[in-house]
């Protein structure tokens, strides 16, 4: 927590992915489970052609994505931009988030890396259909089905940052839960 707090008052109290930075080893986090996925098979004799389509896709998106996605942390809010094609920027303010947690699954623990996953107290947000449709017949997310876990940036009331150093993943958490501390959500005069 003493590096954070020495950071935010030398970037007049302002935070970034400079500070905290995404691994590179996050881009290349799909292409080696799908290269080791491949390899595995051919051992026992099978051959999955849709993983060698799946390996380009993933070194040409991946980047692409990563690019294309900055957050940073002020006073008040925790502000992400993201988007390839369809620009997004969503700015929320600490007294909302109700989650803040770290993750690693194998393929992080091996490398030192860590998720951040910020939740906010809205509904799951996104196309009411689309939960519908998932929740009814156990669709799940590109992410998930090329083996990244969890998906870089904002989609319905999380928040995912992977591929963080661990030690930097903890202490983004625990600067957001002293945020949350200091700035209640207000209550309207309803």
Do not use: C
Not at 90 to 116: C, E, S
Request: hydrophobic residues 40%.
């Amino acid at each position: 927590m003493e590096n954070l707090s020495q950071t935010m008052t030398a970037n007049s109290n302002i935070i970034t992915e400079k500070n905290y930075p995404i691994t590179k080893l996050w881009i290349f986090k799909a292409p080696i489970i799908i290269i080791l996925m491949n390899i595995v098979a051919l051992f026992f004799g099978y051959y999955f052609p849709y993983l060698v389509l799946a390996l380009p896709i993933m070194l040409i998106a991946n980047p692409l994505i990563r690019a294309n996605f900055h957050y940073s942390l002020d006073d008040k809010y925790f502000h992400v931009k993201q988007g390839v094609i369809s620009k997004k920027q969503r700015n929320l303010p600490y007294g909302v988030i109700q989650n803040v947690f770290v993750k690693q699954d194998l393929f992080d623990r091996i490398f030192g890396l860590a998720t951040l996953r910020i939740e906010n107290a809205s509904q799951a947000g996104g196309d009411s259909k689309v939960r519908w449709w998932n929740k009814s017949y156990g669709s799940k997310s590109n992410a998930n089905a090329y083996g990244q876990g969890e998906g870089l940036g904002s989609s319905g009331n999380k928040v995912n940052l992977p591929g963080l150093k661990k030690q930097n993943a903890e202490e983004l958490k625990n600067f957001i839960l002293q945020k949350v501390k200091e700035n209640p959500i207000e209550e309207s005069g309803l």
